[in-house]
């Protein structure tokens, strides 16, 4: 029998486009506006402002909104205690739990990529999101050979979304570099937006898929999906589906069990980055889950960052600089990266923050990630370096290196939740032995070349 139309049924333009703009503006001014008001009145007027109400409806707001703003949501979740426990139990629902669009919406994009007939090219196809994120939604399915699939669909109107959300984070920016001089934000905004245009080809994260396959095919702790080409476009994505549960289901069993997620979850990041130069630039607790056995599921591959074999050797010439005290070796590191006239001063600034990273690699000894055990990663030291950087005159992130560092922070918060006691100096050096930037350039061009993708500038 067959289906009848769906009611108030609508085309979606997909293309960027300035009446999707406005639109954005629109609905972002609408669903936050509110909650902003009582934020402000409840900050200088004294007014009383219920936590958990606020919190509630902001994650509805902006799980409504989908796009960029949602990822800064997920983002902000991904860090302990950073924000007050209410928000952060609200936000964390929307890494795996975000409001999800309906099914009318599905049949008219699994139409627009399939074409009519699609339901009959699966075995079953579910009409509940299993899973709703910043940019697409995930629906079980199952292929008429038996394997357990995953249908990530793309949000409707998601390019207007990105540059209406592009264009307010630059301006967010400028007016934060007004007041606060210590972080020039444009290249960090240049790097963001790169990879949430590319976050939007379907067909780009297939690529990014069967390559960490290939990275990753000896870590039998990792696992990747395996996707199915006739049924993915660039706003579709099937792959097999992988069973797993969230990460946080894990913060309580035993210090085995927590360890052996600890150190999966490194080799997941870190195998891919100091072998090949290719870096998931995304580890909100969203983007993969945990079997029973402590090995990881990657889940998402849309952020990925390849960069060049220098930057590379730079990251490994700075922990044997700081280890030695070598001052001539970290300035090479830094210009490697792409700092720029970094004075004595600055860079004592910048070796406070590399020391904070680096230092639970320096000793040969299981330890927990923070010295002194607290549940927020990074934070007082981020702070004190911020500070400072504002008193000489602040310092420009070159673009390769916002990446790197929101890694190094997310698995740090992961770690930091999993109180795992690892020996992370044994782990780094298993990778580094030997690196030599000429031998991660070949294998990068190969695994690159395979995939059909391009190499870093």
């Known amino acids: 029998m067959a289906e009848p139309p769906d009611a108030g049924a609508k085309t979606y333009d997909d293309n960027d486009s300035l009446r999707g703009r406005v639109k954005r503006y629109t609905q972002v001014g609408t669903a936050v506006g509110g909650i902003a008001a009582r934020f402000a009145g409840g900050r200088f007027l004294g007014m009383s402002v219920d936590n958990l109400e606020n919190a509630s409806e902001l994650k509805a707001a902006l799980g409504g909104l989908k796009g960029p703003l949602m990822k800064v949501a997920q983002i902000l979740a991904t860090v302990p205690d950073l924000l007050p426990e209410e928000y952060t139990a609200e936000l964390t629902q929307l890494q795996t739990n975000a409001p999800s669009m309906g099914w009318a919406f599905v049949k008219r994009r699994m139409n627009a990529e399939l074409g009519t007939g699609w339901q009959n090219r699966f075995a079953s196809f579910e009409h509940t999101a299993a899973a709703a994120a910043s940019l697409g939604q995930v629906h079980r399915a199952e292929s008429h050979d038996g394997r357990k699939l995953a249908c990530k669909l793309q ?20 007016i934060y570099r007004r007041y606060d001089k210590a972080i020039d934000p444009s290249n960090i905004h240049a790097e963001l937006s790169e990879r949430l245009r590319e976050e939007l080809d379907y067909g780009r994260e297939a690529k990014h898929i069967r390559l960490y396959s290939q990275i990753l095919a000896d870590e039998s702790g990792v696992h990747v999906p395996e996707t199915l080409p006739d049924l993915c476009s660039e706003r579709l994505l099937t792959m097999t ?31 891919s980055f100091y072998e090949y130069g290719v870096l998931h630039g995304d580890p909100h607790l969203g983007n993969y889950t945990v079997r029973p056995d402590g090995s990881i599921n990657l889940l998402d591959f849309g952020c990925i960052r390849v960069f060049r074999p220098e930057f590379i050797r730079a990251v490994v010439d700075l922990y044997w ?28 600034i910048l070796n406070q923050w590399a020391r904070f990273i680096y230092r639970p690699l320096m000793e040969d000894r299981p330890q927990t990630i923070q010295k002194d055990g607290g549940v927020v990663y990074g934070a007082q030291v981020a702070g004190k370096v911020q ?49 030599d930037a000429k031998d991660v350039g070949k294998r990068q061009k190969q695994a690159l070349e395979a995939q059909d993708l391009p190499l870093p500038q």
Request: hydrophobic share 45%; aromatic share 10%.
């Open 155 to 174: 949000y409707p109107d998601m390019r207007s979304a990105v540059e209406a959300d592009l264009r307010q984070l630059k301006l967010i920016f400028s």
């Open 241 to 271: 589906w992988l069973d797993g549960e969230p990460i946080t289901n894990f913060v309580e069993h035993n210090l085995e069990a927590r360890n052996t997620v600890a150190r999966n979850m490194f080799r997941a990041w870190y195998m």
């Open 321 to 348: 600089a700081l280890r030695n005290d070598d001052h001539d070796l970290a300035v090479r590191a830094y210009e490697t990266w792409g700092f720029k006239d970094l004075s004595r001063e600055v860079m004592d």
């Open 387 to 435: 500070r400072e950087l504002r008193e000489v005159g602040g310092v420009t992130p070159p673009r390769e290196f916002v990446l790197m560092d929101r890694a190094a922070i997310g698995l740090g918060s992961v770690f930091t939740r999993l109180n795992a006691e690892v020996n992370w100096h044994r782990m780094f050096h298993e990778l580094i032995e030997g690196m």
